[in-house]
C-alpha cells in the first residue's frame, strides 16, 4: 500500500478533512511531532510527501527516502523545498495553484476594511464602554476612491482586483509580468513597471508576490519613506517581504496610518510580537488561505493528483508541474 507522508503536524479537524479525502488504497500519515527528527524517521517508507509546513525537504531527507516517488505541495509556495537537492535526485513537484486565490483575496479585503474603519480599536473601546459615535465615526475612511497598489498580478492579485473593482477603488500593480491588455480591461488596473514608482501613488499597499532572493525585504526603511504618509500595509503573501523592524519604526513615527499582516518574518511568532500592543496592526496566523472550503478543496486537490500520479494517468493532473 503506498503511504502518503504529510510533513507537518495535523490534528482534529484538519487531520479529519485530509484522511476523509484519501482512499483507501493508500496509507496516509501526519508528523508525530512536527520536528526535523519525526520527519526523517517518518519518510524513510514513503512513496509520496505531502509538503506543508516549514520543514525543509533538502538533501538529508531526500537521502533518507527509500521509495519517494513524487512530491505535492498543499499550496503553491516553495521556499521549503531545495529545488537543486530534488533535481538532482529526478523527483517531480507539483503544487496546488490558484486553489486559495478567493480565500486570500477575500481575506486581504477584510484586512483592508477593518484598517480603513479601525474595527480593532474600535470594538475595544465598546466593549470597554467607551461610546464616542461622531468622534470615532469621523476616525473612519471608505475603500471608495481609494488608490491600491498591488505587488503581484497572479491568481490571488486578480481576485483582490476584482473584490476591490466592486468597491470603487482605483487599482495598480507592478509585477514581473505584465498581464494582457484585454484582462488589465476587464479588473480596471493600471500597470506601473517599478515597485519604487507604485509606492508613492498609493493609500493602501497590499503583497500579493512569491518571496525571492531578488524582492526579499522589498519594503524596507528606504521604500517605506517613499511612500504617502498615512498609507496602509496589507501583507497576506510571504513575511520577509518586508523588513519588520523597518515597517515598526514608521508605525512608531506616525507614518504608515495601519498595518495589516497575515504572515510574519519568522513564522510561528516567538512569544509576543513586537506589533502586540500597537492599537493600529492587525495580526493573524497566516490563515488567508485556510477557509474551511478552501483547506477542503487544498487537500482534495493534492490528493487527486497523488492518486493520478499513482495510477500513471500524469495528463489528468489539474494543477501545474513545478519541477520534472
Known amino acids: 500500500m503506498p503511504k502518503i507522508l504529510h510533513t507537518a503536524r495535523y490534528t482534529g479537524t484538519p487531520w479529519d478533512i485530509l484522511k476523509s479525502v484519501v482512499p483507501e488504497i493508500f496509507s496516509v500519515e501526519t508528523l508525530e511531532y512536527p520536528s526535523r527528527e519525526c520527519l526523517l524517521h517518518q519518510v524513510v517508507d514513503a512513496d509520496y510527501l505531502l509538503v506543508s509546513g516549514r520543514l525543509a525537504i533538502d538533501e538529508e531527507v531526500l537521502s533518507a527516502c527509500k521509495r519517494l516517488k513524487m512530491i505535492q505541495r498543499t499550496g503553491v509556495g516553495t521556499e521549503m523545498l531545495d529545488i537543486e537537492a530534488i533535481k538532482k535526485h529526478g523527483i517531480p513537484v507539483y503544487v496546488n ?27 475595544k473601546n465598546v466593549k470597554n464602554g467607551i461610546w464616542k459615535k461622531q468622534q470615532t465615526g469621523v476616525t473612519c475612511h471608505e475603500l471608495f476612491g481609494k488608490t491600491v497598489g498591488l505587488v503581484g498580478m497572479g491568481a490571488i492579485g486578480k481576485q483582490v482586483a476584482s473584490l476591490l473593482k466592486a468597491f470603487g477603488a482605483k487599482v495598480l500593480y507592478t509585477d514581473v509580468y505584465r498581464i494582457d491588455e484585454k484582462q488589465e480591461k476587464e479588473l480596471s488596473v493600471t500597470y506601473i513597471p517599478m515597485f519604487e514608482e507604485l509606492l508613492s501613488q498609493v493609500d493602501i499597499l497590499s503583497f500579493h508576490c512569491p518571496l525571492t532572493s531578488e524582492n526579499k525585504e522589498m519594503l524596507n526603511e528606504h521604500t517605506l519613506s517613499l511612500m504617502k504618509h498615512g498609507a496602509i500595509v496589507v501583507n497576506t ?31 510561528p511568532i516567538k512569544g509576543i510580537s513586537k506589533f502586540a500592543n500597537m492599537d493600529n496592526v492587525i495580526l493573524t496566523p497566516h490563515i488567508a488561505g485556510l477557509s474551511y472550503e478552501t483547506f477542503h478543496a487544498m487537500m482534495k486537490g493534492a490528493i487527486d493528483n497523488i492518486i493520478s500520479f499513482e495510477k500513471g494517468d500524469k495528463e489528468t493532473i489539474k494543477n501545474k508541474k513545478l519541477i520534472i
Open 237 to 267: 503573501a510571504r513575511g520577509k517581504l518586508i523588513e519588520e523592524e523597518a515597517l515598526y519604526k514608521s508605525l512608531q513615527r506616525g507614518v504608515l496610518q495601519s498595518v495589516a499582516l497575515d504572515v510574519h518574518y519568522e513564522e
Open 97 to 123: 495553484r490558484g486553489v486559495n486565490a478567493r480565500s486570500v483575496a477575500e481575506h486581504t479585503l477584510t484586512l483592508i476594511l477593518c484598517c480603513l474603519k479601525n474595527i480593532p480599536q474600535i470594538d
